[in-house]
């Protein structure tokens, strides 16, 4: 049997009057590779604060390889990447891989490293010089060079252009195909599409789903759908049609209502079959945030 | 059931390995920003300058402009020590790179040695045009023993400013702690007796002054380069305001997490 290397339970963290985390239990095995989703301010980042032993919970526990994270040993073979992208300006970007290198017994050497994640050629420029994206994968080389077997990553991809986005993603791949654990925490639901086997949707400080990437997505992603209908009283009816979450009536005056469904194809097959007179149908694909909102409702329901 | 891996046994690296480490890259770091290390060193070479060089009474007389140049060492001290901990520590953890450094495997301790060698070390360097005025425009003067026991001494007299420093670093913002450290410095460097020597104090200053560890450090700093004896409360004064100092020190560190926001 192996440990978990992440163990929170019944994890409580308030901030003044506002709750952070609610009574947040988690694991994560070795080999794991998690996605947190979540929009801002959901409690992601101080989960991870939490792991990384940065700050203490109000209530429960944190186990780290099955310490308290909050002890130096215990974080050995953990990587974590800075908060924002808030590297010390004078520093070079070899000194500042070197300072963070020295602090694990075994790192991996700077100069390979560094190619592999194209800045090799900056060694010699101070981090202060660097422009955002090339910040962002400094940061991601610093949560890798210790050799950790657990890495930590905040919004690791956020203000990469497409090309620096899939470099850092193959990277990730090749780090955990070697064997390491990820939990990483994204707002995008591409870059969790991408990545992650297992998926934590986050908000307002609970766990609302935690499940295998397909499960999760297929929860999450939902389409909008909207339309026209001659009389009002036909609103009532859309509730039951097939997947939808949510029904809203918008606009003056005319009778059109927005769905939100999870299979709009069925819907509108549906709505064609039963002879429903509707116009100005129009389909779309519903924003994260739609689709959390979505999620919280069906869990609250 | 032996075969369960026990996973909290891996071991750091030496508190040692990473004092030297962060000691040499925080020296890198101020060393590259050469307007903090010149004002450093400007400050009590400037008040030496102006204010002891021009007054002859003072600066003709060996032992008057000796405890001087000891008053303005010892207030240089205590302002880096103030400035450089309290306000540096202050600023450095409103950037995102000092609570991820703490992310790391190792403990407060080489980060904070780091921070007092640095300290040291500029402190140190501040004092050279201090002394270079004093030799060449005071008759101050020391034998090469005295000027040794001065530098410990000033090692010695400078933990407990560190302490207040690294307290007030570590408990309050940038701007929040800029403005205690000067209300802190400049306050306690008069009644301390550094811009004026205590001798002219009026009775209740010089007892009060007795009180207070600029005054405590003045006056053993002061004995150790001239021989004037310093009264005997200096060193337990010293020492229970560096007990209070460390305590507030180690009290904030162990409440902070970085920046807070309510």
């Known amino acids: 049997m192996t440990a978990p290397v992440i163990e929170v339970s019944h994890v409580t963290r308030r901030f003044g009057a506002v709750v952070a985390l609610d009574d947040v239990s988690l694991a994560v095995q070795p080999g794991e590779l998690v996605g947190m989703l979540g929009p801002n301010g959901a409690g992601k980042t101080t989960l991870l604060s939490l792991v990384n032993g940065l700050r203490k919970p109000d209530a429960g526990t944190i186990r780290l390889f099955g310490s308290d994270p909050r002890t130096p040993a215990s974080r050995v073979r953990l990587g974590s990447t800075p908060q924002e992208t808030g590297l010390p300006p004078t520093l070079r970007v070899a000194e500042v891989v070197d300072l963070v290198a020295r602090h694990y017994p075994n790192p991996r050497p700077t100069k390979g490293l560094l190619e592999q994640f194209g800045l090799a050629d900056m060694a010699r420029r101070q981090a202060g010089g660097l422009s955002g994206g090339e910040k962002r994968r400094l940061a991601v080389v610093l949560a890798l060079v210790g050799n950790p077997t657990l890495v930590l990553l905040d919004e690791p991809t956020t203000g990469l252009d497409v090309d620096g986005r899939h470099m850092l993603w193959g990277a990730l791949r090749d780090y955990h195909a070697s064997g390491g654990t990820i939990v990483l925490t994204s707002h995008y639901l591409e870059e969790v599409q991408a990545l992650a086997e297992r998926v934590v949707v986050i908000d307002h400080g609970h766990v609302l789903a935690d499940d295998a990437l397909d499960v999760v997505i297929g929860r999450v992603a939902v389409r909008r759908v909207a339309l026209t209908l001659p009389d009002a009283a036909d609103l009532a009816a859309l509730r039951g049609l097939p997947g939808v979450v949510d029904v809203s009536a918008v606009g003056n005056g005319v009778n059109r209502a927005e769905l939100l469904t999870a299979d709009a194809d069925a819907l509108v097959r549906e709505l064609v079959r039963t002879d429903t007179a509707f116009s100005d149908l129009e389909v779309r694909s519903a924003s994260l945030e739609e689709a959390f909102l979505a999620l919280t409702r069906e869990v609250a329901a | ?262």
């Open chain 2, 1 to 262: 059931m032996s075969t369960a891996p026990t996973m909290s046994t891996a071991p750091t690296m030496s508190t040692l390995s990473l004092a030297v480490l962060h000691t040499r890259y925080q020296v890198l770091e101020t060393i590259r920003i050469p307007v903090a290390v010149i004002g450093n060193m400007l400050f009590p070479a400037l008040a030496m300058l102006f204010f002891v060089v021009p007054q002859s009474v003072v600066a003709g007389d060996p032992v008057s402009a000796t405890a001087a140049t000891g008053q303005l060492a010892m207030f240089a001290v205590m302002s880096t020590c103030l400035f450089s901990f309290g306000l540096g520590a202050a600023e450095d953890r409103a950037l995102p790179f000092e609570p991820y450094l703490r992310t790391l495997p190792a403990g407060p301790v080489p980060r904070m040695i780091g921070r007092m060698f640095t300290g040291a070390v500029f402190a140190l360097l501040g004092l050279i045009p201090l002394v270079l005025i004093a030799w060449l425009f005071t008759a101050a003067t020391v034998t090469p023993r005295q000027a040794l026991l001065s530098l410990l001494v000033i090692v010695g007299v400078a933990l407990p400013f560190l302490g207040l420093g690294l307290g007030i670093g570590y408990s309050m913002s940038p701007k929040a702690a800029i403005a205690v450290v000067q209300v802190v410095l400049f306050p306690m460097a008069f009644a301390g007796g550094l811009f004026m020597p205590p001798e002219i104090f009026p009775r209740w200053l010089d007892v009060f002054s007795q009180t207070l560890p600029s005054r405590a450090g003045r006056d053993l700093l002061v004995q150790a380069l001239t021989g004037l004896h310093a009264s005997a409360t200096a060193i337990p004064v010293l020492l229970g305001w560096g007990a209070l100092f460390a305590v507030f020190a180690a009290w904030a560190y162990r409440r902070d997490e970085g920046r807070r926001f309510r």
